[in-house]
């Protein structure tokens, strides 16, 4: 199975940042705490960051909302350590009552020696199973150094973004190779690669937007038309999409078989936008939108509630 490790202040801001990072959901991965971290020292001295890893799950399973799992996800904690341990102690406690059941020296001295080799071999081997588990995850994080990009010209739109993000990521203390290109509509196409992806994209890729934004007010400066901006981070924006996508049909499935209204998280314009239109064809589903941004979310509801609604057209435009 495919695992992601992940680091954060705390084990709340670790699996938030791993699943920011690879476009998943709580509900897509199970958690296991590889190191709860340390505030250290008044929180200034000896403090150590929370690990984890997050790793995807075999089939669909039905969720209730986001916040429901990562509340569920968390209760795992005490499930991670125990078993090593009660295993290894088995095998120690027979060693110790075989012999004491002979009464004849002889026979004392000679028993403790076969239980004492199968305590030994049993003490060797419990170790390897919890090894044979922790060990694939691993090699997923990634270790490969970032392909230099190629130096777009000094003046271009492209250029201008690929100067500004090196530029701004380097005052982040986070060097990325920028790539750059222009598509057939002449939008400029800008994709950051490096190892720091968490920070670059920021919680469900509120940093990846901002820069985005900054970088397209850059490239628009003094430009009497306007070129359109987007910016990536190693394909995060796919695999957000295709996160929220299902999502978006678990919920649907879920609002179907129970009768009763999902109401989804808050949500910028793109992802709502997402979320309308991947149940605009679902049979028995309607949506709409309420509240006002930044706590604006989509509601799915079965087309018999009252207050279903219609899909919303054309929602995040504004």
């Known amino acids: ?20 990072a690879n ?27 929370a690990r984890v890893l997050l790793t995807l799950k075999g089939g669909e399973e039905t969720m209730g909302t986001t916040q429901e799992l990562f509340r569920d996800s968390l209760t795992e ?76 010209q000094a003046g271009t739109p492209e250029g201008i973004a690929q100067q500004f993000l090196q530029d701004v990521t380097g005052l982040m203390g986070v060097p990325v190779a920028v790539h750059v290109s ?9 994709n950051m690669a490096g190892d720091a992806q968490g920070i670059l994209i920021g919680r469900r890729g509120e940093t990846l937007d901002a820069l985005q934004y900054l970088t397209s007010l850059k490239v628009n400066h003094n430009r009497e038309e306007y070129i359109r ?38 949500m910028n314009p793109y992802e709502r936008r997402i979320l309308h239109s991947a149940l605009q064809s679902f049979p028995g589903i309607a949506t709409h ?13 079965p087309v018999n509630d009252p207050a279903g609604g219609q899909h919303e057209a054309g929602e995040g435009e504004t």
């Open 1 to 20: 199975m495919k695992s992601y490790e992940a680091t954060g202040r705390t084990v709340e801001d670790a699996i938030s940042a791993g699943l920011s």
């Open 23 to 49: 476009g998943l959901s709580i509900g897509d991965v199970s958690v296991e705490i590889l190191e709860e971290g340390s505030k250290g020292l008044f929180g200034l001295f000896g403090s150590r960051e």
């Open 77 to 152: 904690k005490s499930a991670l350590r125990p078993k090593p341990q009660f295993q290894a102690q088995a095998p120690r406690i027979d060693s110790r009552e075989k012999p004491g059941i002979s009464q004849e020296k002889p026979e004392r001295q000679r028993k403790p020696r076969k239980p004492a080799a199968e305590s030994t071999a049993s003490e060797a081997q419990t170790p390897e199973k919890p090894a044979r588990e922790k060990r694939p995850p691993r090699p997923m994080a990634p270790a490969a150094p970032a392909e230099p990009a190629r130096q777009a």
């Open 182 to 190: 222009r598509d057939e509509e002449g939008n400029v196409l800008a």
């Open 229 to 266: 901006v987007n910016l990536d981070s190693e394909g995060y924006r796919q695999r957000r999409e295709d996160a929220l996508v299902r999502l978006a049909n678990r919920m649907a499935n879920r609002a179907k078989r129970t009768g009763r209204r999902v109401r989804m998280e808050p």
């Open 289 to 301: 939108s309420e509240g006002e941004d930044p706590n604006r979310r989509v509601i799915i509801a």
